[in-house]
């Protein structure tokens, strides 16, 4: 039978940087799950991963054990990475502040295919551009 569900946890971590300092301190130590544990797993996981964000959602069961999902870095951050890009407008639809290509795009959509709601790659190039869109960075042809 399956373990009974205590909390379901969404955290944005650095990738081999997890700490019990908060966010992550916090946010087990409510729960009772043991932070030290998930510190070092966390960062045998996502050691190859340093300098990324990494979301992780990490499921809290009854017994105090837990188990984690390591996700694809955000759309915002690769993006940002992509075009060599500080930060995002603060003003989208007036300040531009980059471009970025179709074929840019859709290797972003590929690396985010597996997280986002969509069935092919053109649904996911459209996620992504919109994501590209809402930073103030035009998409070109």
Known sequence: ???????????????????????VGSALGQQGANIMEFCKQFNAKTSSRKGETVPVIITVYVDRSFTFVIKTPP???????????????????????????????EEIAKIKMPDLNAVTIEQAKKIIAGSARSMGVDVID
């Open 1 to 23: 039978m399956a373990k009974a569900v205590k909390a379901l946890i969404k955290l944005q971590i650095p990738g081999g940087g997890a700490t019990p300092a908060p966010p």
């Open 75 to 105: 759309a915002s951050e690769l993006i940002r990475k992509k075009i060599n890009l500080s930060k995002g407008s603060s003003r989208p639809n007036t300040d531009k502040v980059g471009r970025i290509s179709w074929k840019d795009i």
